[in-house]
């Protein structure tokens, strides 16, 4: 069964960007209410996550022969993430 949160059409267009989810998330982390501070550490965290690892990799994809285009999708949406304007 796919989840339908994560098909095209059903992922809810008043999300925040996931920039902002980040930021918001290390602000709630330090006590802080002003997650807007935190915009370049969030940024930061998340380029830091731009190669996924082979044990990410293989959590993916455990039983196959390659990872195929897996590592470079995996980028592109850490690319995304990172220059992801704020609404």
Same mark, same amino acid.
């Given at each position: 069964?796919? +989840?339908?949160? $994560?098909?095209?059409?059903?992922?809810?267009?008043?999300?925040?960007?996931? !920039?902002? *989810?980040?930021?918001?998330? !290390?602000?709630? +982390?330090?006590?802080?209410?002003?997650?807007? @501070? $935190?915009?370049?550490?969030?940024?930061?965290?998340?380029? @830091?996550? *731009?190669?996924?690892?082979? #044990?990410?990799? #293989?959590? @993916?994809?455990?039983? @196959?022969?390659?990872?195929? $285009?897996?590592?470079?999708?995996?980028? *592109?949406?850490?690319?995304?993430?990172?220059? #992801?304007?704020?609404?």
């Amino acid at each position: 069964m796919v +989840n339908s949160a $994560y098909t095209k059409g059903g992922v809810t267009p008043a999300s925040p960007p996931m !920039i902002e *989810r980040v930021a918001r998330a !290390i602000a709630r +982390n330090l006590g802080d209410a002003d997650w807007r @501070a $935190y915009m370049e550490a969030a940024r930061a965290a998340v380029q @830091a996550m *731009r190669q996924p690892t082979v #044990e990410m990799l #293989e959590a @993916a994809l455990p039983d @196959a022969p390659d990872w195929g $285009y897996l590592p470079k999708d995996w980028q *592109r949406m850490i690319d995304h993430v990172v220059n #992801e304007p704020l609404n």
